[in-house]
């Protein structure tokens, strides 16, 4: 019977840099370097099948592109105090008037085919995330009011944002993930945005696939299984106290199932490591599975709600019925709609009283950005 892990979310951590060397501190994790185990493989599912392997391109939660670079750029915060500090970049600073802030990027950094990662590779990705006509996701980050952020290459290491006016996101649009220059580079400046959307494709060869983060695609079947190997030059500047490189893993297999059932099916089978239940059924399913034996796995239970989204929409480009297009564009209809959802109703029905009922986007962990005086359907006095 293999060791499975059920977890209600997970969080990524992340650790100071030092030197040439990005350290992950042990106090920011329940792992010690001293009692690591090296190798393996991570099993999990996910519910729908992967539309690309180009970053400039994807528009889902959980593409592969995030999952292989690992989701970070030149800064990232401090797990324990939500402060911004270096990553990819060795050091940075900001100017007096707030505008600009030079990062010195941290040399000995290469690309899974052993390419220097250089300022040219954050330039180019710019470029490309903010030509209109290639359709990033990311396009927006890029401007503040309609106004464009702007970088400059001072040298090899050193990069310039400079921001049209002073935003509490700066350092968030410095956390961008860069990709390969030499690689997206010649076919941006040959055919542009069309060139661009037609790389990396589900049809690309792994071998084919440049990554700077902690994973490379070892191999992909549609509607089947995605299999991510570790990528040996990230760890050579990611690395514990002890200085073990990172990750530990030796692969990651994500399976492709059709629904949370199947996925939930999976786990008590003990095919996969990982499982977020959906509802009260769910985690009785397992916990009476562990009680008999039949499945050796540790329940966690989150500090805050997960995050992920479970949501309605309502058409705004309803041309073919002009009095919904209307309705669903007002913010008062909106704003009925969420104070008519009996959000403890849900709670205590579907998850069992574990659960915490939400207002606004932003969890209830993050007290320090939770206005006090958003309205709730318990603070609103009701109408007729």
């Not at 400059?152 to 390969?180: C, G, H, M, Q």
């Not at 002890?242 to 893993?249: E, F, Q």
């Amino acid at each position: 019977m293999r060791k499975a892990l059920l977890v209600f979310g997970l969080a990524a951590l992340l650790g100071a840099a030092s030197a040439q060397t990005f350290v992950w501190p042990q106090k920011w994790t329940v792992a010690k370097p001293s009692e690591v185990k090296r190798g393996g493989t991570l099993r999990a599912a996910v519910i729908s099948d992967y539309r690309t392997f180009n970053p400039f391109v994807t528009a889902e939660a959980g593409n592969v592109p995030n999952l292989i670079s690992g989701g970070r750029g030149l800064v990232t915060r401090d797990p324990t105090t939500g402060d911004w500090i270096p990553y990819m970049a060795e050091s940075f600073t900001v100017s007096p008037n707030k505008l600009e802030i030079t990062f010195k990027i941290r040399k000995g950094m290469k690309w899974s085919d052993g390419q220097p990662i250089t300022a040219d590779d954050w330039i180019t990705t710019w470029r490309i995330h903010t030509d209109k006509a290639v359709g990033s996701n990311s396009y927006d980050s890029f401007f503040i009011d309609g106004k464009p952020i702007v970088l400059k290459k001072l040298d090899d290491y050193t990069l310039r944002f400079i921001y049209p006016k002073t935003d509490a996101e700066a350092f968030n649009v410095a956390s961008f993930v860069p990709w390969p220059a030499h690689v997206f580079g010649p076919v941006y400046q040959k055919e542009g945005a069309e060139g661009i959307k037609k790389m990396w494709t589900l049809n690309e060869k792994p071998e084919n696939i440049v990554s700077g983060g902690p994973w490379l695609i070892e191999s992909y079947r549609p509607g089947e299984r995605l299999v991510l190997k570790r990528n040996p030059a990230f760890g050579e500047w990611n690395k514990d106290e002890a200085g073990n490189p990172l990750p530990y893993l030796d692969r990651y297999e994500i399976k492709i199932v059709k629904d949370v059932n199947a996925q939930l099916a999976e786990f008590l089978a003990g095919n996969i490591d990982l499982f977020t239940p959906n509802t009260v059924d769910h985690i009785s399913q397992v916990r009476q599975a562990i009680q008999q034996g039949r499945l050796d796995a540790t329940l966690k239970v989150n500090a805050s709600p997960v995050a992920s989204s479970q949501f309605m929409v309502f058409n705004w480009n309803k041309a073919s019925d002009p009095f919904k297009q209307s309705l669903f564009r007002s913010d008062k209809f909106r704003r009925a709609m969420s104070h008519l959802v009996n959000r403890q109703a849900v709670i205590d029905i579907v998850y069992g009283g574990l659960g915490t009922p939400m207002y606004t986007s932003v969890y209830p962990v993050l007290t320090q950005w939770i206005n006090p005086r958003c309205p709730s359907t318990s603070t609103t006095p009701s109408r007729r």
